[in-house]
């Protein structure tokens, strides 16, 4: 069964686990993705105030790989985050360093997002 859904960051979103669990054995583990944990993310929507919503992805999907064990919470190619300043109007400052928060990904300021 597929769904709709969206990541949520230190819970879980209780209208995403109706129904019955659904199980899918690890894929062996390539050099794209180690963990042999990869998804298909089909879309990635911003939902702004004023409520109006924007596709990330517009019309295409992006695979991905879960790696438990990396120090971000994701990460994306470039051409995402200039989607994501071009839909909500917002420029990098700069990336962040090599380990912490930031990671080397691109940091905004938090008035402007």
Do not use: H
């Amino acid at each position: 069964m597929s769904m709709d859904g969206q990541i949520v960051f230190g819970g879980y979103d209780a209208a995403k686990t109706k129904g019955n669990n659904y199980t899918k054995s690890l894929q062996l583990p390539t050099l794209a993705c180690s963990s042999g944990m990869e998804v298909t993310v089909t879309d990635m929507v911003l939902n702004f105030p004023n409520g109006t919503d924007s596709s990330m992805l517009g019309y295409g999907a992006i695979a991905a790989c879960i790696m438990p064990d990396y120090p971000l919470i994701f990460t994306f190619p470039d051409t995402y985050y200039t989607q994501f300043e071009t839909l909500t109007k917002t420029s990098n400052v700069g990336r962040g360093g090599g380990a912490g928060i930031g990671y080397s990904g691109p940091l905004y300021w938090p008035e402007e997002v």
